[in-house]
């Protein structure tokens, strides 16, 4: 019997455990992926700690969104094929790059292509086993995704951090030279969205944080200028800088307040892209929705499609700005717990041949 290691959890916010399972056959469309890298995400910390923040003291369990223990956390996979069902197809013999935000494959929302919003979800490191692990069974070879000349631990993050980032530019649409895009939160996410927008020929961009030395690193990475959110005046002196054209707002914070402070800043049909969640509720006047046309949008993931668009885009351009570092996967939990805590500069991926 071959065994391997997997590192799940078996009650929120109880460390990982580290387990020996018996290797699985695949079978059908399945295909059995030895995983090289995965990257230890933010989303893995909500995951570990069981619930999302709604404001008012509420909570959003997860085990009420279908997320039923135990879990092998890790979305962000690379590794390489080493077997597959009867049914699998053609597969690539390079390092490849999982998508993990899988759905069902047939209701009408999977059949448009966008499989990360599916119903029935079955995202990998969610609902399924992930890549906290030797191996992990990927349901179908539409999911795998070659990475042609990417380094294989850079690559583990466009499935997440840079595929998120993506999906919320896309949706901003077309930009004109005397349009800004507001990027709100300057950490990891926003950096990488203010150099993708810098690299897609976006002109003006606007990056808050509190952090004046977070701020100064959004210059370093294109944004034309930056504020401090909490200072006196600053929705005069973003429409100063914005010359009043600001288009969309990208918020990597999602707080009650960046997204009140998100929602007064576009120009009429205008966009507020959420993608932080950090938690909280949204108070803001309705016929103002109206009069100014705005859409306030939550951008959760991204889709298949815009996955190889991405991966394509990232072999022609050096997307990354954070320090990347490595860990054996036996550390898989230090390493969750370092995050948690604040402790990562960064992004950690675990490492495992
Ligand atoms: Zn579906
Ligand atoms: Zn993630």
């Known amino acids: 019997m071959t065994t391997y290691t997997s590192y799940p959890f078996f009650q ?72 597959a069902g009867d049914q699998a197809g053609e597969l690539p013999s390079g390092t490849v790059l999982i998508y993990p935000w899988v759905g069902c494959g047939s209701c009408s929302v999977c059949q448009r292509g966008e499989e990360n919003l599916c119903t029935k979800p079955a995202a990998l490191g969610v609902h399924r086993p992930g890549g906290y692990s030797q191996y992990v069974v990927v349901p179908h070879p539409r999911h795998i995704v070659s990475i042609g000349n990417l380094k294989p631990a850079h690559a583990s993050l466009l499935a997440c951090s840079g595929l998120t980032t993506w999906s919320a530019i896309k949706k901003i649409g077309d930009v004109h030279d005397d349009e800004t895009v507001v990027v709100i939160g300057c950490g990891g996410l926003g950096l990488l969205a203010i150099r993708t927008l810098a690299l897609r020929g976006v002109k003006n961009i606007i990056a808050l944080d509190l952090s004046a030395e977070k701020r100064e690193l959004a210059l370093g990475v294109g944004a034309t200028h930056t504020f401090d959110p909490t200072s006196t005046d600053v929705v005069a002196q973003i429409q100063a800088a914005a010359n009043s054209k600001c288009v969309a707002v990208l918020d990597f914070v999602g707080s009650g307040p960046t997204v009140e ?8 049909g205008g966009k507020v892209i959420i993608v932080g969640l950090h938690g909280g509720e949204l108070r803001y006047p309705i016929p103002l929705v109206i009069t100014r046309a705005i859409s306030i949008i939550g951008s959760y993931t991204g889709s298949l499609t815009e996955q190889k668009e991405l991966v394509e885009f990232a072999q022609q351009h050096d997307l990354f700005t954070f320090p990347i570092s490595t860990r054996p996967l036996d550390q898989a939990n230090q390493a969750l717990r370092d995050l948690a805590e604040g402790k990562v500069h960064g992004r950690v991926v675990l490492e495992n041949h």
């Open 12 to 83: 929120f916010n109880s460390d990982l455990q580290k387990t020996e399972s018996q290797l699985p056959t695949p079978t059908g469309t399945e295909v059995l992926v030895r995983v090289h890298y995965c990257g230890v995400c933010h989303s893995d910390v909500h995951l570990h700690e069981g619930y999302y923040e709604l404001g008012q003291g509420k909570k959003l369990k997860l085990e009420d969104r279908g997320i039923s223990l135990p879990v092998t956390l890790g979305h962000e996979i690379v590794g390489k094929v080493v077997g």
């Open 261 to 268: 402070l998100g929602v007064s800043l576009p120009r009429r």
